[in-house]
């Protein structure tokens, strides 16, 4: 995150990059100073891996598909989407506000049921993987593998 700001205190910048960010550039500002600094930011950012693998499930993130043991899953664009950001978390709580974030954008007018429509037809696709998405109350939604011994369908 870069801070852009009027404020030329040394206490507010090193506020703002205690607070968070990457950087904190103060006004005014050359175009191509602010143009270097987001592309040094952008280099410090981790890329995102082409392919990825939890338990009998495979998505080629270029290739925009996924596998079960090899054959292809069918998914639309928007249930692809929720995967891999599920997948890029797998084990760890990912917020319904971030599943949201990523499948529609941001002007988007979708009803509060949308992104449950999807999350209901990927956990029905990835049965077959041993695979599920978890719903936790209050905190968003969990990529898990499943358990013989386990019977419950969240």
């Known amino acids: 995150m870069l801070i852009l700001s009027a404020r030329t205190d040394l206490d507010d910048r090193v506020h703002g990059l205690d607070s968070g ?10 175009l191509s100073e602010i143009e270097a600094r987001l592309r040094a930011l952008l280099r410090r950012q981790p890329r ?5 693998e939890f338990a009998r499930l495979r998505l080629d993130s270029e290739g925009r598909q996924a ?7 069918e998914l639309t664009r928007r249930e692809l989407e929720v995967l891999e950001r599920l997948l890029a ?3 760890r709580v990912v917020s319904k506000l971030e599943l949201l974030d ?8 979708v009803g509060p049921n949308a992104l449950e429509v999807h999350v209901s ?3 029905h ?12 109350r209050g905190l968003g939604y969990r990529l898990e593998e499943t358990r013989d011994d386990d019977d419950r369908t969240s």
């Open 48 to 52: 995102e891996q082409a392919t990825r």
């Open 67 to 73: 596998f079960i043991d090899g054959r292809p899953l």
């Open 89 to 91: 978390r797998a084990g």
């Open 121 to 123: 037809r990927l956990r």
């Open 21 to 30: 960010a990457d950087d904190y550039l103060v006004k005014p500002f050359a």
């Open 102 to 109: 990523t499948v529609y954008p941001c002007d988007a007018d």
């Open 125 to 136: 696709k990835l049965k077959p993987a041993g695979l599920r998405v978890r719903a936790l």
